[in-house]
T-cell receptor, first 109, second 116 residues
């Protein structure tokens, strides 16, 4: 079976830092992806972790612990445009992704 | 990155009719394409995996006779929603992977289907 959990909603203030957690239990694992999705649009790729540790890319960082089945996405210096849904997805190989339910992030002034 | 084009962006159809959605990889050969469905305020749910030249593999609970998938070439996969009903109204998104990205898949822009 497979289970991917992330909080449904989060609220943060412009300029702050927010961490979105994701825990997973899947029968297969080929990396952990994070996507950003604005309403009515396709997901946009943010990050990919296959080894344990932190990957930093500008204002966004992503962390993975395979032994704990845990990942987080860290967003720094939040901007209003960061208000979106953030999707955690487990890769199953060959491009196949299993998504969590998504976290709706609201950034307030 | 690789470009995947999905058409149409939105479509409105009458209940009982069929609708075809196309997914094209524009600058790479997509050996595998994936079809997802997303209801409002929910995440993407994988419907099926299609490999060029072979039958699609459907996820549990997805009716293969209702959602017909054809992947006749390395650049095109189609999803046909047959005998559409209002409950089929959803956002349908395809993704494609190929030799350029066996790990990552690239998403089309999605199709908003409304059945009236």
């Amino acid at each position: 079976g497979q289970n991917i959990d992330q909080p449904t909603e989060m609220t943060a203030t412009e300029g702050a830092i927010v961490q979105i957690n994701c825990t997973y239990q899947t029968s297969g694992f080929n990396g952990l992806f994070w996507y950003q999705q604005h309403a009515g649009e396709a997901p946009t790729f943010l990050s990919y972790n296959v080894l344990d540790g932190l990957e930093e890319k500008g204002r966004f960082s992503s962390f993975l612990s395979r032994s704990k089945g845990y990942s987080y996405l860290l967003l720094k210096e939040l901007q209003m445009k960061d208000s979106a849904s953030y999707l955690c997805a487990v890769g199953r190989g060959g491009g196949k992704l299993i998504f969590g339910q998504g976290t709706e992030l609201s950034v307030k002034p | 990155g690789a470009v995947v084009s999905q058409h149409p962006s939105w479509v409105i159809c009458k209940s009982g009719t069929s609708v075809k959605i196309e997914c094209r990889s524009l600058d790479f050969q997509a050996t595998t394409m994936f079809w997802y469905r997303q209801f409002p305020k929910q995440s993407l749910m994988l419907m099926a995996t299609s490999n060029e030249g072979s039958k699609a593999t459907y996820e549990q609970g997805v009716e293969k006779d209702k959602f017909l998938i054809n992947h006749a070439s390395l650049t095109l996969s189609t999803l046909t929603v047959t005998s559409a009903h209002p409950e089929d109204s959803s956002f349908y998104i395809c993704s494609a992977s190929g030799s350029r990205g066996v790990t990552e898949a690239f998403f089309g822009q999605g199709t908003r289907l409304t059945v009236v």
